[in-house]
């Protein structure tokens, strides 16, 4: 269906909104579907609920094209034309014989106006930022926090899974399993469909299929409940809203930290991660860790721990059940480098050991937020090592 938005000469959105209505109000922008059709499209044109066009005065809303505007805008070339200005298109109340005599605003804001052999005149050069993020992208971004270089131009690739799971978290649809499928094409991924498999099922089958084509730490970047096949992954697409602050930029996650100090000495490192009938098999720095204190208060127990004797981190994690003993989780519990962002923070995870199986299993304990930590560069003086996670 992407494909089938991607190759439409223009897509229509009608609007359930009124003249006056507020873009952000319209159910529109809350389906998990509409999210493909927001993407996809070269063209968009948005009407409101009695047909009348959101932006009378333009011909399309939305364009993406193959061929960017040059920079110096110089000279009025196909190339520089091909980006913004379709001029072998027509709105359904523009007449070529009205062109002569009316300025028509096109896409970037700008006013054309035409020569009587209907040549058009370009408009002074604007910056390339300007050109390329107009007014009305603005306002989607500003919608759907959507960053602008995707509605500018949006590629489908999985390693963009967690951005697209971040634009969906908020998003319904009809059908629990449609909010998983709604994001095959966004994702360029296929999966067979199942309805009746419920939503956690579906969006796992989504998450480990990005996780067979991407190499992407940023997948396990999440706050909320893990799924009931694999802990490493989440239940459904709210644990990656942008609600939760991380203490860097998502995008600038990479496991380097991990092995750049170690790769001379242990050639045999291996950054990757696999999904196996023992679990995800992963490479992490794992550090012990001292229960010292615990705390409770509305269901949420607070752990105090120290690693290896440096400073105290607090770990605030959501606990079922009746609390562990302090010796059972000195012997079980540890702590997980996964990787670090680029202002130097750590994507740090709380595992609960496995003592039973061999090689040990682990597990990701349910939304583990760490408040302070000891340094990257402490944390990660070990080396990393191969651990199962289920």
């Avoid at 300007?130 to 949006?154: A, G, S």
Wanted: hydrophobic share 35%; aromatic share 12%; glycine share 6%.
């Amino acid at each position: 269906m992407y494909n089938w938005y991607r190759n439409s000469q223009v897509c229509i959105v009608y609007l359930s909104i009124g003249a006056g209505g507020q873009l952000g109000d319209d159910p529109w922008f809350k389906r998990g579907w509409t999210l493909q059709e927001l993407l996809a499209p070269r063209k968009l044109k948005f009407f409101l609920k009695d047909w009348s066009k959101f932006r009378p005065r333009t011909r399309y809303d939305i364009v993406r094209q193959d061929v960017a505007p040059v920079e110096d805008g110089g000279t009025d070339t196909q190339e520089w034309r091909a980006g913004y200005f379709d001029g072998g298109t027509n709105s359904d109340d523009e007449d070529t014989a009205q062109w002569g005599t009316q300025p028509e605003v096109d896409n970037d804001g700008g006013n054309y106006e035409y020569l009587q052999d209907d040549t058009p005149v370009p408009p002074p050069p604007q910056p390339l930022s300007e050109i390329r993020t107009p007014e009305f992208l603005k306002m989607i971004n500003d919608i759907t926090h959507i960053d602008l270089c995707f509605l500018e131009n949006y590629e489908p690739h999985p390693i963009n899974a967690r951005d697209v799971f971040q634009w969906l978290s908020d998003r319904t649809t009809s059908r629990a399993e449609d909010k998983s499928y709604c994001l095959l094409g966004l994702l360029d991924i296929q999966i067979p469909i199942a309805y009746g498999e419920g939503e956690e099922r579906a969006f796992y089958r989504v998450q480990t299929e990005c996780a067979l084509r991407a190499d992407n730490r940023s997948l396990f970047l999440w706050s909320g409940c893990r799924s009931r096949w694999n802990s490493m992954f989440a239940s459904d697409p709210s644990a990656f809203s942008d609600k939760v602050q991380y203490p860097g930029n998502p995008w600038t996650l990479t496991s380097k930290c991990l092995f750049d100090r170690h790769c001379d000495r242990l050639p045999n490192l291996d950054p990757s991660f696999t999904l196996t009938n023992c679990g995800l098999r992963i490479m992490l720095t794992l550090h012990p860790v001292k229960l010292c204190e615990v705390s409770a208060e509305d269901g949420l127990h607070k752990y105090v721990f120290t690693i290896f004797n440096t400073a105290d981190t607090a770990v605030s994690l959501r606990w079922w059940g009746a609390l562990p003993a302090a010796d059972k989780v000195e012997a079980r519990w540890q702590l997980g480098v996964v990787a670090n962002f680029d202002n130097g923070a750590v994507f740090a995870i709380l595992l609960c050991k496995d003592m039973n199986q061999s090689p040990p299993r682990y597990t990701r304990l349910t939304s583990a937020v760490f408040e302070t930590l000891p340094d990257l560069e402490s944390l990660t003086r070990k080396p990393p090592r191969t651990v199962w996670i289920q």
